[in-house]
């Protein structure tokens, strides 16, 4: 009975890492759809954002090592602190105009190219990033605290200890990021579904040159495109952040959106949040029952094992399209 | 004037399929193998050997390797640093095993080794493709990184959990170990990378190298044209695997000395073998070296400039070198996605009109 319990436990916490997981997936999942990019760089978009969001809290000022460095001075902040409200406003602006940016500078001299070599090129583009958020922040370990409510939930654990006789420990933050990634999963299908920009997404998705010749701008889509995924990266950036402290292992973390994706399939917004969950329960289980035989630490390589044998068996993952080739 | 090949008329087959047809070319390749075995390993010392020659030797095997796997049968891995580890791991199982068989065997029993353990992670190629295989391989990397991690045998349960190689000598020649030298490390690195890469080049242009291409440029093609998808897929990953083994090998015994396999191996490695033959030109021996060249020598200079000269903090320093090869990824694919090798091979086309252009 003890063991069934610790499992359920196990399951719950589970489900809510894989949300947080589907989160980041959401990000490459919608760039990929629109563009046929897959776009390695996500990962660090969130650590750009998280970074971003924290040192504008702190009124830090930007490049602030490299003028140091450059010029003698002895600069770091302002010395203001901005509220948090105001400050993932000023960031969501941050990563629309970084869209931009990547829009105008990289995406429009690589139209037509191979899919492959966009995916290089989005590596590419996280070195890049990643280089530029500690250049432009300090690559020290920031905390972020945009007043989630955090640390163990007492009603649930007061509610499973008198069930079961033993108090589950759920995080509150868990908890409020499984209901953002809710709410923003269906703001995204709604404006997928009901806007006009939404549908000329969608039908840039389905073929781009269709979409042309009906007037719909691609570099338009393209940038909007990526302003989302800038602004879903920036979610799932305050969740780990708020989590695990804003450092490089975030964009690890986002790496496993990549074995997520292969499950759910690349194309599927429903794919993106079914594998995040079913890789989250599955690497938090296996660690529970097989990890303390091997050594532990399972959780590294269980999601691409996974993905790996599931893929043997269905390519196109869960949802995705069905891969269909012609000579 | 000089460089043209006017006059150079073929009267055999075998002049036909020479590796260099212009005489030019093949005076320089000669010139550069001179001076890399007669001259350097009596002139090298410590700094040259550790920062710039060594490294870039050894980087130039992976990339050869990874370039046959991405380059010729086009299929993208992301495992490299990983089969690296297994290429160090096999080599210190084997040298601190059987300490008296001589230790070049051992670093192509290791090579060998980890062609076995590239034809499983192969396997799965068959079924999966492009970006699929891509992250697929991310599970050979994490894998085995965290089994090199977690089992104790694989590094003779030593305390720090860390691989030391002891010393080994070729005739009489200390090649591993603390007390090798410079011009010793730099020789057997050199006659490892000249070795591979003429086989590299030979399996490439002969049956199994257009075999490999066939499969890269389309599949189903060549299946129907009678190349048998199992076999090329399977020796791409075998030959691939090899050479990276090697260089792993090579990494851990002759050049860290001791290493620590999330550290020495993690997926950083993969990324930088892959941008080396991105930047060197895919599907191609001789942008396999320049982009080792190219990715080794930048931080060096990067990092004389920015600390040296301009006196920069050393982690400022790494940052922008972090910026400056991203920024550099992306301009080489827009500009040149085929590489150094491609503007190299323009730049002969040029030389050959010298200087009459039309």
């Not at chain 1, 090592?65 to 901005?82: E, P, R």
């Not at chain 1, 300090?138 to 605290?145: E, N």
């Not at chain 2, 860390?162 to 010793?184: C, D, K, M």
Request: charged letters at 10%; hydrophobic letters at 60%; one cysteine or more.
């Amino acid at each position: 009975m003890d063991q069934f319990v610790f499992a359920a436990e196990v399951v719950l916490n589970g489900l809510m890492t894989g949300v947080m997981y589907a989160l980041v997936a959401l990000g490459f999942v919608l760039i990929f759809k629109a563009s046929g990019v897959f776009n390695y760089a996500q990962g660090v978009l969130a650590l750009f954002a998280a970074m971003t969001l924290v040192s504008i809290q702190n009124g830090q000022v930007p490049f602030a090592h490299l003028i140091n460095a450059a010029l003698g001075t002895q600069i770091h902040h302002f010395g203001w602190t901005v509220p948090a409200a105001l400050a993932i406003a000023l960031t969501a602006l941050v990563m629309v105009g970084l869209a931009f940016l990547i829009e105008k500078l990289v995406l429009q001299h690589l139209v037509g190219q191979e899919p492959i070599i966009l995916f290089m090129a989005t590596i590419g583009l996280a070195y890049f990033l990643e280089g530029l958020g500690d250049v432009m922040w300090g690559a020290d370990i920031k905390t972020l605290d945009v007043g989630l409510p955090q640390g163990i939930s007492d009603g649930i654990e007061a509610a499973t200890a008198q069930w079961f006789g033993y108090g589950f420990f759920i995080d509150r933050l868990d908890l409020w990021a499984t209901l953002i990634a809710v709410l923003l999963v269906a703001a995204l299908v709604a404006f997928a579904q009901y806007t006009k920009q939404g549908r000329a997404m969608r039908a840039v998705a389905d073929d781009h040159q269709a979409a042309l010749s009906v007037g719909i701008s691609l570099r338009f889509i393209w940038v909007m495109v990526w302003s989302i995924a800038g602004f879903v990266a920036l979610v799932a950036g305050i969740m780990w952040g708020t989590k695990s402290g804003v450092q490089f292992s975030l964009s690890l973390i986002a790496l496993k959106a990549l074995p997520v994706l292969m499950l759910g399939g690349f194309t599927s917004i429903p794919g993106a949040i079914v594998g995040g969950l079913i890789i989250g329960v599955g690497e938090k289980l296996f660690e529970f029952t097989i990890g303390p035989m091997v050594g532990g630490a399972t959780e590294t390589w269980f999601a691409y094992v996974l993905a790996l044998i599931f893929l043997v068996f269905r390519p196109q993952g869960l949802f995705g399209e069905r891969i269909i080739e012609r000579v | 004037m000089i460089y043209r090949e006017a006059g150079d008329f073929k009267t055999s087959y075998r002049a036909d399929g020479q590796t260099f047809p212009i005489r030019l070319d093949r005076w320089g390749y000669y010139a550069v193998l001179a001076v890399a075995f007669g001259i350097i390993p009596f002139v090298i010392n410590d700094y040259w050997a550790n920062a710039v020659l060594v490294p870039f030797l050894i980087y130039a095997i992976a990339a050869l390797g990874l370039n046959i796997l991405t380059g010729y049968a086009g299929q993208v891995s992301l495992g490299t640093g990983g089969f690296m580890a297994v290429g160090a791991y096999a080599v210190y199982k084997l040298m601190t095993s059987f300490p008296d068989v001589s230790i070049l065997i051992h670093i192509l029993l290791a090579g060998g080794i980890t062609a076995g353990v590239g034809v499983l992670f192969g396997l799965p190629s068959l079924r999966i493709k492009g970006f699929y295989l891509a992250v697929a391989t991310l599970a050979a990397q994490f894998f085995l990184v965290w089994l090199f991690n977690k089992v104790p045998w694989f590094y003779n349960y030593s305390a720090s959990g860390q691989i030391t190689a002891p010393t080994r000598e070729v005739l009489g020649f200390a090649v591993t170990g603390p007390a090798t030298s410079a011009p010793a490390k730099y020789l057997v690195c050199l006659v490892l990378a000249f070795l591979l890469a003429w086989v590299a080049r030979n399996l490439t242009r002969g049956s199994i190298g257009r075999k490999w291409m066939a499969i890269r440029d389309m599949d189903i093609a060549a299946e129907i044209i009678g190349v048998d998808p199992l076999r090329a897929k399977l020796s791409a990953f075998a030959v691939s695997s090899f050479f990276i083994g090697i260089a792993g090998a090579l990494l851990f015994a002759v050049y860290l000395g001791a290493a620590e396999v999330g550290e020495a191996f993690g997926i950083n490695k993969s990324f930088l073998v892959l941008f080396m033959i991105i930047i060197g030109g895919l599907g191609s021996i001789f942008g396999s070296f320049a982009g080792a060249a190219f990715m080794v020598l930048l931080p060096v200079l990067l990092k004389n400039v920015l600390v040296g000269n301009l006196g920069w903090p050393t982690d400022l320093a790494a940052h922008i070198e972090l910026m400056i090869v991203g920024a550099l990824i992306v301009t080489f694919l827009i500009v040149e996605p085929h590489g150094l090798a491609r503007l190299w091979r323009l730049t002969k086309e040029k030389l050959r009109l010298w200087p009459f252009p039309h």
